[in-house]
């Protein structure tokens, strides 16, 4: 009588019977460098079939950034001593944020197997990863910042560049950037700005990953407003920032170029201020001239307040200082694409004067039309915003509007319900 063959009923029966086996490879060869990605893969194959497949739970690495290739696993086939294995794989890039030892836990990996004989038979194995050593790459020692990647480019652009300004015009500064191989999350923000005359707003950044088969391409996309607010020269400083190149294992700069404001009326912020006058009989003299100066000055203004002219004036500030107020919350909700906020800050706008409608401003101008249906369109109910050097246009001819002769493309900003 022949005995009978024991039959496998867990996972590591079928492992010990060489009816499975499963690992982590380490798919790139050392050196291993900081911030740069690190491909690692659980790979499990079986002479039979599998039931309901491979899966590796989610886990964390101490310093690291981790994130799966593909959303699917990947299946093989492969010939071993005349029998045909099926293998099923997940692969992983780690990006280590420090040098030294990378310390990563056992991977718990789901394993669902066809036995045959003994039907589906399913359990978890805890897989362990060989030790790993992350090293700097050369060159980026005393660098406060940089990213590794195969490729990274930067396209700056500005959006409301003249060749002179004046107090409450506004600039916007574009940068769009792409890398290779690493997430857009690594991508290091311009710094930030700060000058003397000019507000700086910063719209929140648009991140963006698109993955294709198994490359990884980061978009960061950066828009930086500056509103002038004092006459002058200004300048927005130049930068560099730096990357390691994994191709040529060389560090590369990118450099930023300073940009110069003329501004029409006042001065520079740094003009030298008048020498102050020495001894006493010329500071006694400032004070009583001072002090003169203060009382003529009072009585001066007791007398314009019962005049027209000092209400006149006193209006005609207040409704200067509204409109600056208005041009750079309209700025702001046109970098945020807010359509809703865009629209209601052109009404206030437009209200200024009875008689000045969007209809009638956008009429004569077939693309001034489109812009504002554009604007409606995405802010009462689908599609794209406006571009913000467009939405500029507009609110420059909502500030000096000229009435057309027809009104072939007219455009009404909030048009009743169709019936």
Known sequence: MIAPIAQAETIEDLIAAGKLEASVLVKTPAPHFQKAPLLITVEVGTPGHFGTGVRVRDFAVPGSVVRPVSKFAFNESRRREGDTW????????????RPGALRIPALTTFVSVDAETNGVVEGELKLQVPPLKIVAPPETKGLASWVAATGFEVDESWEGVLETYQIGDAVTRVRRFTINDVPAMAIPASPDVEIDGIQVYYAPALVDDKTVGSS??????????????AGGTHTIPGHQIHWFNMNTRRVEQIDFASRTFEVEGGTTPDAAAAPEPSGKMENLLYWV????????GYLLLRWLRRTS????????LEVWRSYHRIKTDFMRAAAQQDSRLCLALLYRRLSVHAEWQLSTVCASDPKLSAIAAALNAHAYSDGQPPEVGELQHLWQVCTKPEKPHDNEYELRLNPEPSQ
């Open 309 to 316: 002219w000092y209400h006149y004036g006193r209006d005609y």
């Open 289 to 296: 001239m001072a002090v003169l100066g203060a009382a003529l």
């Open 216 to 229: 990884l391409k980061g978009v960061r996309e950066e828009r930086v407003i500056f509103t002038i607010k």
């Open 86 to 97: 099926t293998f099923q794989s997940w692969s992983f890039h780690l990006y280590a944020e």
